[in-house]
C-alpha cells in the first residue's frame, strides 16, 4: 500500500506516468523542492481515484499537470497544502465527481522544452493504466 509518495526532479526537469493510485487517504504524489527557476516535475498519463486529494506542491515547487484522470478526488491538484505555496499548471486533464478544480499558480516552464513526448490523453488513461499493471508488465 502507498503511504506516500515524493515527486523528485535533478537538474531540469523530471516525468513522472503513466501509475495509477486508488483510495489513498492522503500523501499522495508531491513535490517539495522548488524556487524560482527550480526544476519542473511533469506529471502526465496517471489515473487517480477514490482520493483525498491527487497531487500537491509546496515551496514554488514546479508542476507541470498533464492529460490525467481524476475520478471521485476530493482535490485533484493543490498549490495551498502545508507551507509555502507551490506553483501549478494544468493542460488536457478529465475531472470526474470531483469536489474541486485543479489549483493554478504561477508560471511552469512546457515540458516540450526540456524533451520530446507524446502523452496518451486522459481519456485512455484509465484503460491503459491497468493494462500496464501487474507481474511480467514493467
Known sequence: ?????????????AAAGPDGFATVAGYGPATT???????????????????????????DAGLFVECNYFVSVNNPGRVDFSGPLGRMVRRDNILADCNHAIEVRGAVTDPRTFYPYAADGAASVPTIVPAGAGVGKV
Open 33 to 59: 523542492t522548488g524556487g524560482a527557476g527550480g526544476p519542473v516535475v511533469h506529471v502526465y498519463d496517471n489515473c487517480f481515484r477514490d482520493n483525498s486529494y491527487g497531487i500537491a506542491s509546496t515551496n
Open 1 to 13: 500500500m502507498r503511504r506516500r509518495t515524493f515527486l523528485a526532479a535533478r537538474g531540469a526537469a
